[in-house]
């Protein structure tokens, strides 16, 4: 069962891949494990501990899947977060917006999701520039 993995994960062309199109490649669905486990570590803590728990239990539950394109689907999706996961997370500049097309193929109930965990991360993720911004006055 683990080759027919490895062999999904595998680049569907034989020809060689240069580096613009590298990260198109998949993994094998343990290094891109590994590799998103390690890409949190550069995360703050918070962050890293809901990503980490989040990444474990999506691969946990899609441990029996056996339908090849689910599972290409899957890989192809982890692989496009670790893409685009920023190298330096103290740079607010680093993330990315959104697609308003992804709105649009969404369900209400991931629309409410999505709100509330919106509203969830404001909390925990306050940018530095407007801590320091805030004075303390002293009467």
């Given amino acids: 069962m683990h080759s027919t993995f490895v062999r ?7 020809k060689h891949v240069d580096l613009r199109q590298a990260s198109v490649a998949l993994y094998p669905p343990i290094p ?14 918070e ?28 890989l192809t999706q982890w692989k ?25 193929k969404m369900s209400a109930e991931q629309l409410g999701q999505l709100y509330e965990f919106m509203h969830a991360t404001k909390e925990i993720w306050k ?5 320091q911004a805030q004075p303390e006055t002293k009467k």
Avoid at 8 to 14: M, R
Avoid at 47 to 74: C, Q, W
Avoid at 86 to 95: A, E, M, N
């Fill in 8 to 14: 999904l994960a595998e680049s569907v062309t034989a």
């Fill in 32 to 45: 891109l494990y590994r590799r998103l486990l390690r890409a949190h570590r550069r995360l703050p803590i």
């Fill in 47 to 74: 962050m890293r501990s809901l990503g980490d728990d989040y990444v474990k239990a999506e691969f946990r539950r899609h441990r029996e899947i056996t339908n090849p394109v689910h599972i290409m689907g899957f």
């Fill in 80 to 104: 496009m977060y670790l893409d685009e996961l920023p190298r330096d997370p103290s740079d607010s500049r680093s993330f990315k917006k959104l697609d308003p097309t992804v709105y649009e």
């Fill in 127 to 131: 940018p530095v520039n407007s801590e």
